[in-house]
C-alpha cells in the first residue's frame, strides 16, 4: 500500500477513468443530441444503461475505493513509524476498510462489466 501510495497510479487511473467518462459523454451526446426520441430507441437505451453504468463505476471508485486506498495508505505509513505492530484499533481499521475496498471492488466489476457489454451491442439493437 505504501508503493501505490507513493506512485501516482491511483491519480493515473482517476485521471484516465474521468476522461474516458467525459469523452463517452461527448459521443452520447453527438449520437442523440440528447433528443428524447433516440434515447428511448433501443440503440439509445443501451447506450443509456451502459453510460450509466460507467458514471456509477466512476462513482465507486471516487468516492470509495479511492479513499480507503488513501487512509490504508496513511494507517500503514504510522504502523511503520511507529516500529512495531499495528494496534488493535489500528488493525481494526484496516480491516474494515479492506472489506469496504472488496466490495467497492465487487461492485466496480459489476458496473464496468454492465457498461463494456452495453457498449458493445448497442450498435446492433
Not at 22 to 44: E, H, K, N, P
Not at 51 to 58: D, N, Q, S
Request: charged residues 10%.
Amino acid at each position: 500500500m505504501q508503493q501505490l501510495a507513493r506512485s501516482r497510479f491511483t491519480t493515473t487511473i482517476t485521471v484516465a477513468g474521468t476522461l474516458t467518462v467525459l469523452s463517452g459523454l461527448l459521443m452520447y451526446w453527438r449520437d442523440s443530441g440528447f433528443q428524447l426520441a433516440w434515447i428511448v430507441s433501443a440503440t439509445g437505451l443501451t447506450f443509456t444503461i451502459g453510460g450509466l453504468a460507467g458514471l456509477g463505476g466512476l462513482s465507486v471508485a471516487l468516492f470509495v475505493s479511492r479513499p480507503a486506498i488513501r487512509r490504508v495508505a496513511e494507517l500503514s505509513k504510522l504502523v511503520v513509524a511507529s516500529g512495531g505492530p499495528p494496534s488493535p484499533a489500528q488493525m481494526a481499521e484496516i480491516q474494515a476498510l479492506q472489506a469496504r475496498m472488496t466490495r467497492g471492488g465487487r461492485w466496480l466489476a459489476v458496473l464496468l462489466g454492465i457498461a463494456v457489454v452495453a457498449m458493445a451491442i448497442a450498435r446492433y439493437m
